[in-house]
């Protein structure tokens, strides 16, 4: 039993399924709520470092494990990359993003997805395009000297 089931099984004197369902309702709210707060599009580990700041008990597989329920649910976005781990994405909306070259930060990039790109494209046979990501490559405003203190001209910065 970790750290959470304890406080309640202290705390409430309640039985072990009960403790169970609070338990996973509220690993579930700590890795959701984790990755809202980062807000940088962190990674399994960030996300990991992060919830366990409030709750040490909590293990890696836990965090994953919701993380991908989360991301399948829709409730957060997976973005993947081709030479990094994962990222997770509180941001739900469809939108664009751009990675720095240099120090690897990810931002978003507010514009509208292209329906042009989906119906441009020649979809095999069979398949269905559902939805597309888009990452623009170049530099953040921190590494191209641009950076500006109008807020939230960084947002993806601030833990990198
Ligand atoms: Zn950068
Ligand atoms: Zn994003």
């Not at 993380?67 to 994405?89: C, F, H, N, W």
């Amino acid at each position: 039993m970790d750290g959470i089931g304890i406080f309640f099984e202290q705390k409430f004197s309640l039985g072990v399924r009960t403790i169970s369902r609070i338990r996973k309702t509220i690993q579930r709210t700590l890795v959701l709520d984790a990755v809202r707060a980062l807000c940088n599009h962190p990674t399994m580990d960030a996300v990991f470092e992060e919830v366990r700041r409030k709750f040490p008990g909590i293990g890696r597989a836990t965090v994953y494990r919701n993380l991908l329920q989360l991301a399948e649910e829709g409730k957060i976005r997976s973005v993947s990359l081709p030479t990094s781990p994962m990222r997770y994405d509180g941001r739900t909306s469809p939108h664009y993003h751009l990675r720095c070259s240099q120090c690897g930060s990810f931002l978003d990039i507010d514009a509208d997805l292209e329906p042009f790109l989906q119906a441009r494209i020649n979809v095999p046979t069979g398949a269905v395009i559902e939805t597309h990501d888009v990452i623009f490559g170049g530099l953040c405003p921190l590494c191209s000297g641009g950076f500006s203190n109008e807020p939230g001209a960084a947002s993806g910065e601030s833990a990198l």
